[in-house]
Protein backbone atom coordinates (compact mmCIF):
# COMPACT_ATOMS: atom_id res chain seq x y z
CA UNK A 1 0.00 0.00 0.00
CA UNK A 2 0.72 3.96 -0.80
CA UNK A 3 0.76 6.67 1.09
CA UNK A 4 -1.06 10.13 -0.12
CA UNK A 5 -1.58 13.19 1.14
CA UNK A 6 -3.96 16.13 0.39
CA UNK A 7 -2.45 19.24 1.32
CA UNK A 8 -4.60 22.70 2.66
CA UNK A 9 -3.11 26.02 2.56
CA UNK A 10 -3.60 29.54 1.47
CA UNK A 11 -2.00 30.90 -1.21
CA UNK A 12 -1.27 34.41 -2.05
CA UNK A 13 -0.31 36.79 -4.92
CA UNK A 14 3.45 36.32 -3.65
CA UNK A 15 4.81 33.36 -5.85
CA UNK A 16 8.23 32.74 -3.81
CA UNK A 17 6.21 32.75 -0.46
CA UNK A 18 3.83 29.96 -1.99
CA UNK A 19 6.69 28.12 -3.77
CA UNK A 20 7.98 27.95 0.00
CA UNK A 21 4.77 26.71 1.45
CA UNK A 22 4.96 24.21 -0.80
CA UNK A 23 8.70 23.10 0.15
CA UNK A 24 7.62 22.97 3.76
CA UNK A 25 4.07 20.72 3.15
CA UNK A 26 5.96 18.58 0.90
CA UNK A 27 8.76 17.55 3.06
CA UNK A 28 6.58 17.21 5.89
CA UNK A 29 4.19 14.86 3.72
CA UNK A 30 7.61 12.71 3.16
CA UNK A 31 8.20 12.62 6.80
CA UNK A 32 4.92 11.11 7.10
CA UNK A 33 5.62 8.34 4.22
CA UNK A 34 3.64 9.73 1.89
CA UNK A 35 4.75 8.77 -2.46
CA UNK A 36 1.50 10.99 -3.73
CA UNK A 37 1.35 14.50 -2.73
CA UNK A 38 -2.00 16.68 -3.98
CA UNK A 39 -1.99 20.42 -4.21
CA UNK A 40 -4.86 22.78 -4.30
CA UNK A 41 -5.59 24.41 -7.22
CA UNK A 42 -4.32 28.21 -7.82
CA UNK A 43 -1.51 26.78 -4.97
CA UNK A 44 1.63 28.69 -6.92
CA UNK A 45 -0.48 32.31 -7.49
CA UNK A 46 -3.72 33.20 -5.92
CA UNK A 47 -6.05 36.18 -7.41
CA UNK A 48 -8.42 37.49 -8.57
CA UNK A 49 -6.35 39.94 -11.42
CA UNK A 50 -5.54 38.64 -14.98
CA UNK A 51 -2.56 40.64 -15.08
CA UNK A 52 -0.79 38.40 -12.58
CA UNK A 53 -1.22 35.54 -14.05
CA UNK A 54 -0.02 36.82 -17.14
CA UNK A 55 3.15 38.09 -15.66
CA UNK A 56 3.71 34.86 -13.67
CA UNK A 57 3.21 32.62 -17.08
CA UNK A 58 5.48 29.83 -18.24
CA UNK A 59 5.94 27.98 -21.33
CA UNK A 60 5.52 24.01 -20.68
CA UNK A 61 8.43 22.76 -19.23
CA UNK A 62 10.56 25.32 -18.29
CA UNK A 63 10.09 28.46 -15.93
CA UNK A 64 10.34 29.20 -12.12
CA UNK A 65 7.53 27.27 -10.98
CA UNK A 66 7.49 24.29 -12.65
CA UNK A 67 11.87 23.71 -12.21
CA UNK A 68 10.83 24.37 -8.41
CA UNK A 69 8.28 21.61 -8.27
CA UNK A 70 10.35 19.38 -10.30
CA UNK A 71 13.29 19.90 -8.05
CA UNK A 72 10.38 19.07 -4.86
CA UNK A 73 9.76 16.20 -6.48
CA UNK A 74 12.66 14.81 -7.41
CA UNK A 75 14.94 15.78 -4.30
CA UNK A 76 11.64 14.59 -1.76
CA UNK A 77 11.34 11.25 -3.93
CA UNK A 78 7.61 11.36 -4.00
CA UNK A 79 4.78 12.22 -7.42
CA UNK A 80 3.41 16.06 -7.01
CA UNK A 81 0.24 17.13 -8.30
CA UNK A 82 -0.27 20.75 -8.36
CA UNK A 83 -3.14 22.98 -10.06
CA UNK A 84 -3.26 26.63 -11.22
CA UNK A 85 0.24 26.87 -12.46
CA UNK A 86 -0.10 29.31 -15.79
CA UNK A 87 1.09 27.82 -18.85
CA UNK A 88 1.26 29.71 -22.35
CA UNK A 89 -1.21 29.44 -24.33
CA UNK A 90 0.22 27.20 -28.08
CA UNK A 91 -2.37 29.57 -30.07
CA UNK A 92 -1.37 32.85 -28.68
CA UNK A 93 1.42 34.10 -26.18
CA UNK A 94 -0.57 36.75 -25.22
CA UNK A 95 -3.14 34.05 -23.56
CA UNK A 96 -2.55 31.15 -20.55
CA UNK A 97 -4.01 28.20 -19.48
CA UNK A 98 -4.51 27.53 -15.65
CA UNK A 99 -2.81 23.82 -15.65
CA UNK A 100 -2.71 20.99 -14.01
CA UNK A 101 1.07 19.57 -13.69
CA UNK A 102 2.08 16.12 -12.47
CA UNK A 103 5.80 15.21 -11.75
CA UNK A 104 6.72 11.97 -10.90
CA UNK A 105 9.52 10.62 -8.29
CA UNK A 106 12.28 11.94 -10.86
CA UNK A 107 11.34 15.30 -11.74
CA UNK A 108 9.86 14.06 -14.60
CA UNK A 109 6.50 15.90 -16.15
CA UNK A 110 4.16 12.80 -16.72
CA UNK A 111 1.24 14.82 -17.41
CA UNK A 112 -0.74 18.34 -18.35
CA UNK A 113 -4.30 19.07 -17.24
CA UNK A 114 -5.53 22.15 -18.71
CA UNK A 115 -9.24 23.49 -16.36
CA UNK A 116 -11.73 22.79 -18.79
CA UNK A 117 -14.78 25.93 -18.93
CA UNK A 118 -16.59 26.12 -15.96
CA UNK A 119 -20.08 24.88 -15.89
CA UNK A 120 -22.02 26.12 -12.73
CA UNK A 121 -25.66 26.10 -12.02
CA UNK A 122 -27.27 29.14 -12.38
CA UNK A 123 -27.80 30.57 -9.11
CA UNK A 124 -23.41 30.05 -8.11
CA UNK A 125 -22.72 31.74 -11.92
CA UNK A 126 -21.84 35.04 -10.36
CA UNK A 127 -19.22 33.20 -8.01
CA UNK A 128 -16.57 32.76 -10.68
CA UNK A 129 -14.21 34.37 -11.06
CA UNK A 130 -13.63 35.31 -14.69
CA UNK A 131 -9.58 35.85 -15.92
CA UNK A 132 -9.13 37.70 -19.01
CA UNK A 133 -7.15 36.02 -21.64
CA UNK A 134 -7.52 32.66 -20.02
CA UNK A 135 -7.93 29.46 -22.30
CA UNK A 136 -9.90 26.78 -21.57
CA UNK A 137 -8.40 22.84 -22.39
CA UNK A 138 -11.17 20.16 -24.36
CA UNK A 139 -9.85 16.38 -22.68
CA UNK A 140 -9.64 15.39 -18.98
CA UNK A 141 -6.84 13.32 -17.91
CA UNK A 142 -5.71 9.82 -16.14
CA UNK A 143 -2.51 9.35 -15.22
CA UNK A 144 -0.94 6.28 -14.61
CA UNK A 145 0.93 5.89 -11.94
CA UNK A 146 3.19 2.96 -10.47
CA UNK A 147 0.38 2.91 -7.31
CA UNK A 148 -3.22 4.01 -8.88
CA UNK A 149 -4.85 5.12 -12.47
CA UNK A 150 -5.42 8.82 -11.16
CA UNK A 151 -8.39 10.74 -12.57
CA UNK A 152 -7.31 14.91 -12.39
CA UNK A 153 -10.39 17.13 -11.81
CA UNK A 154 -10.38 21.22 -10.70
CA UNK A 155 -12.52 23.57 -8.87
CA UNK A 156 -15.86 23.87 -10.90
CA UNK A 157 -15.43 20.10 -12.52
CA UNK A 158 -16.92 19.19 -9.35
CA UNK A 159 -20.50 20.31 -10.66
CA UNK A 160 -20.16 17.78 -13.79
CA UNK A 161 -21.37 14.02 -12.88
CA UNK A 162 -20.40 13.08 -16.42
CA UNK A 163 -16.26 14.38 -16.11
CA UNK A 164 -15.96 11.86 -13.33
CA UNK A 165 -18.13 8.95 -15.25
CA UNK A 166 -15.84 9.39 -18.05
CA UNK A 167 -12.55 9.34 -16.22
CA UNK A 168 -14.36 6.06 -14.06
CA UNK A 169 -15.05 4.32 -17.90
CA UNK A 170 -11.65 5.01 -18.91
CA UNK A 171 -9.89 2.97 -15.80
CA UNK A 172 -9.68 5.72 -13.09
CA UNK A 173 -9.05 4.47 -9.60
CA UNK A 174 -9.06 7.44 -7.70
CA UNK A 175 -10.24 10.73 -8.39
CA UNK A 176 -7.90 13.89 -7.48
CA UNK A 177 -10.14 17.38 -7.36
CA UNK A 178 -7.74 20.27 -6.68
CA UNK A 179 -9.80 23.16 -6.03
CA UNK A 180 -10.09 27.12 -4.79
CA UNK A 181 -13.58 27.24 -3.91
CA UNK A 182 -14.99 29.84 -1.89
CA UNK A 183 -16.42 29.95 1.50
CA UNK A 184 -19.72 31.57 -0.36
CA UNK A 185 -19.84 28.63 -2.56
CA UNK A 186 -18.32 25.68 -0.93
CA UNK A 187 -20.69 26.61 2.18
CA UNK A 188 -23.59 25.08 0.06
CA UNK A 189 -21.94 22.73 -1.81
CA UNK A 190 -18.33 21.44 -1.57
CA UNK A 191 -18.86 18.32 1.07
CA UNK A 192 -22.12 17.21 -0.32
CA UNK A 193 -20.34 17.21 -3.98
CA UNK A 194 -18.10 15.60 -2.75
CA UNK A 195 -19.65 12.56 -1.07
CA UNK A 196 -21.86 12.38 -4.44
CA UNK A 197 -19.15 11.88 -6.79
CA UNK A 198 -17.59 9.60 -4.67
CA UNK A 199 -20.69 7.47 -3.92
CA UNK A 200 -22.22 7.27 -7.22
CA UNK A 201 -18.29 6.28 -9.08
CA UNK A 202 -17.75 3.64 -5.81
CA UNK A 203 -14.47 5.50 -6.22
CA UNK A 204 -12.35 7.47 -3.92
CA UNK A 205 -11.95 11.24 -3.92
CA UNK A 206 -9.00 12.90 -2.94
CA UNK A 207 -9.71 16.76 -2.55
CA UNK A 208 -7.60 19.56 -1.49
CA UNK A 209 -9.33 23.26 -1.54
CA UNK A 210 -7.76 26.93 -0.35
CA UNK A 211 -8.39 27.53 3.08
CA UNK A 212 -8.55 31.02 5.11
CA UNK A 213 -9.05 34.89 4.01
CA UNK A 214 -6.62 35.94 0.63
CA UNK A 215 -6.00 39.58 1.79
CA UNK A 216 -4.36 40.62 -1.43
CA UNK A 217 -7.52 38.86 -3.61
CA UNK A 218 -10.12 39.70 -0.60
CA UNK A 219 -11.52 36.56 -0.63
CA UNK A 220 -12.67 33.49 1.36
CA UNK A 221 -11.55 30.17 0.51
CA UNK A 222 -14.14 27.11 1.83
CA UNK A 223 -10.80 25.01 3.41
CA UNK A 224 -12.63 21.36 4.11
CA UNK A 225 -10.18 19.26 2.53
CA UNK A 226 -11.40 16.05 2.94
CA UNK A 227 -10.46 12.20 2.18
CA UNK A 228 -13.82 10.39 0.57
CA UNK A 229 -13.75 6.59 0.44
CA UNK A 230 -15.63 4.62 -2.20
CA UNK A 231 -19.15 4.50 -0.11
CA UNK A 232 -19.14 8.57 -0.05
CA UNK A 233 -17.36 8.20 4.11
CA UNK A 234 -15.37 11.03 5.30
CA UNK A 235 -12.33 9.45 6.13
CA UNK A 236 -10.40 12.69 7.28
CA UNK A 237 -10.77 16.14 7.11
CA UNK A 238 -9.63 19.71 8.13
CA UNK A 239 -12.15 22.56 8.26
CA UNK A 240 -9.14 25.62 8.33
CA UNK A 241 -5.51 26.25 8.52
CA UNK A 242 -2.67 25.09 7.04
CA UNK A 243 -2.43 20.75 7.31
CA UNK A 244 -1.23 17.66 5.75
CA UNK A 245 -4.23 14.58 5.62
CA UNK A 246 -2.31 11.26 4.69
CA UNK A 247 -4.35 8.38 3.68
CA UNK A 248 -3.04 4.77 2.58
CA UNK A 249 -4.29 3.90 -0.91
CA UNK A 250 -4.93 0.11 -0.60
CA UNK A 251 -5.01 -1.45 -4.40
CA UNK A 252 -7.40 -4.28 -3.31
CA UNK A 253 -10.15 -1.73 -2.56
CA UNK A 254 -10.53 -0.40 -6.03
CA UNK A 255 -13.58 -1.27 -7.80
CA UNK A 256 -13.72 -2.54 -11.16
CA UNK A 257 -17.58 -1.45 -11.59
CA UNK A 258 -19.73 -3.05 -14.18
CA UNK A 259 -21.45 -0.12 -15.60
CA UNK A 260 -24.05 -2.24 -17.94
CA UNK A 261 -25.64 -2.96 -14.10
CA UNK A 262 -24.69 0.14 -12.67
CA UNK A 263 -28.10 2.90 -11.74
CA UNK A 264 -25.88 5.65 -12.29
CA UNK A 265 -25.01 4.44 -15.99
CA UNK A 266 -25.32 7.50 -18.76
CA UNK A 267 -27.27 5.06 -20.86
CA UNK A 268 -29.86 5.00 -18.79
CA UNK A 269 -30.64 9.05 -18.58
CA UNK A 270 -33.74 10.36 -20.26
Given at each position: ?VK?????????L????????L????E???????K????????T???V??TDY?I????L???RI???I?K?????????I???????S????L????A?V???D?????????????T?P??FQ?THMLL??????????IVQ????NIGL????D?????IF???K??G??V??L?A??GS????H?W???L???A?E?ST?I?A?????F???A???S??N????DD?????D??EI???????EL???S???IC???N?????Y??
Amino acid sequence: MVKAAVIQMSSCLAVGINLLTLKRMVERAASAGAKLIIFPDRCTLFSVNATDYDINKEVLGEGRIQDYIQKLSRENDVWIIASGIPIVSEYSKLKYYLATVVYNDLGNLIEVYYQLPPTLPAVFQWTHMLLQNQEYGEFVKIVQTPFANIGLSTTYDIFCPEIFRYLKRQGADVFVLSAAMGSDLGVHAWTMLLKTRALENSTMILAANQSGFHEDANMLSHGNSAIIDDRGQVVDSVEIGEKVLVVELNCNSFKNICFDQNPFQLQYRR
